[in-house]
């Protein structure tokens, strides 16, 4: 409402002076922007409809000024004819949020981009939270997967921060049908890797399909496998194959996997920065009965070993990179490690969930981690197994109980809430 008046209040200023009445016409010489330099002036033009050398009213332009507002990118708009130019003072919003797709089977970038711009001139790859703009988006892509057979039902959500009422991007994704990975085709596979890489693809299949994350996350899944086994070097690289798959009730997507296996590798050494919570001497111990052999069991467990050591003292944003170094004429890998543990997260608060208060005081007198301490998930995952063996009531009562867990941790405050949920099985 706000707008409107707005619009309304700027298109009663213009000067009398030069338009003694509201259904006066005239033929401005040159239509001009000013306020909104991202945008250029035929992107502005085309999105108010408005066509240079065209005869227009006051009534004319206030209805193209509305197609500017009604688009959700602008906060104010006035306008005025000063006898020989029509002059629009525009005011860009603040609130554009950056797009993401979650479930799309189209392919995001610059192309996919261009094309929604060529619809909707407005589109930089942003939109508002409301308005033409993103309705527009939304029949696009609406529209686009209608040409590949798959009639949906898409939908934008807002999304930000966990802890956060703050909107930070806008996800666009198909709330039905249900969209799979569907079949997954190696290639490059040899025989002695054959049942493995195919358990990973078994897996993979009918899992819920991520735009601009399957594919991704389908190579490291397989390499993960392939560096488990000595393939230090292993690479693949997963693409969509064929038309999307229209079933009854879902849609799946086929991939192709094209592997590259490289050679075994034998495992050298694994070097840690000085500061790293985990011991240069402890991993030096897990590997030294290995030297020589094959590495996957040992190299897994010195990952693993990082990770929870680091996730146990509250570094929740923690990631580690490795950097693989071989020795070919050896067939030895080496790995240094880098490691960006990220800020500590501490415990705020927790909720048990759908349990009767006798059963949550019986369980927060055997909860141990309390609000300030770090945020150990390990502790968390292993709580329920914990409290059941040193509390035979526990024990009794939670026989049958499945547990939930929903850790909501603010990226800003690094305070976690944890929801623990219980439902009993039938």
Not at 249 to 260: G, K, L
Not at 410 to 426: A, F, G, T, Y
Request: aromatic residues 8%; negative net charge; hydrophobic residues 40%.
């Amino acid at each position: 409402m706000r707008r409107i008046v707005c619009l309304l209040i700027a298109a009663l200023a213009v000067s009398h002076a030069t338009l003694t009445a509201v259904a006066q016409k005239f033929i401005p010489k040159t239509i001009q922007f000013k306020g909104a330099p991202e945008y250029s002036d035929q992107e502005l033009l085309t999105a108010a409809n408005l066509k240079k050398g065209t005869v227009l009213t006051y009534a004319e332009t206030n209805d193209h000024s509305k197609l500017l507002m009604d688009s959700g990118v602008f906060d104010g708009l006035t306008f005025k004819f000063d006898g020989v130019d029509l002059i629009f003072q525009i005011k860009v919003s603040p609130q554009l949020y950056s797009v993401h797709f979650e479930n799309l089977p189209l392919i995001p970038g610059s192309e996919l981009d261009a094309k929604i711009h060529d619809r909707l001139p407005l589109y930089h790859g942003k939109v508002p939270a409301e308005g033409t703009l993103l309705q527009g988006v939304i029949d696009f892509l609406g529209q686009s997967l209608a040409t590949q057979g798959i009639h949906s039902t898409v939908i934008a959500t807002p999304s930000g921060a966990l802890g956060s009422s703050k909107v930070t991007s806008m996800t666009f994704s198909i709330a039905s049908p249900t969209v799979r990975i569907g079949p997954i085709r190696l290639q490059g596979v040899s025989p002695p890797m054959q049942a493995k890489i195919s358990r990973v693809a078994d897996r993979s299949t009918g899992t819920p399909f991520d735009t601009e994350n399957t594919a991704t996350n389908l190579e490291h899944a397989i390499t993960s496998v392939y560096a488990d086994e000595g393939y230090a070097a292993a690479k693949a690289h997963a693409e969509r194959s064929g038309d999307p798959i229209n079933g009854a009730d879902a849609v799946d997507i086929a991939y192709r996997v094209t592997v590259d296996e490289g050679r075994l590798y034998k495992l050298g050494t694994i070097r840690l920065p000085a500061d790293s919570l985990v011991a240069q001497a402890e991993i030096d111990k897990m590997i030294s009965g290995q030297a020589g052999g094959v590495k996957g069991p040992t190299i897994r467990g010195v990952w693993a070993l990082i990770s929870s050591r680091y996730h146990s003292k509250g570094y929740i944003d923690f990631a580690m990179t490795q950097h693989p170094e071989f020795n070919e004429a050896a067939g030895v890998v080496d790995y240094s490690v880098d490691i960006n543990p990220g800020p500590v997260y501490h415990m705020a608060l927790l909720k048990f969930d759908n349990v009767s208060d006798e059963l949550r005081k019986l369980l927060m007198r055997n909860w141990q981690m309390f609000p300030g301490d770090p945020f150990d998930e390990s502790y968390v995952s292993g709580f329920i197994a914990k409290a059941q063996t040193s509390d035979p009531v526990l024990m009794r009562t939670l026989a049958g109980v499945k547990v939930s867990y929903n850790v909501q941790a603010d990226p800003m405050s690094h305070d976690v809430n944890l929801i623990i949920r219980m439902e009993r099985v039938h």
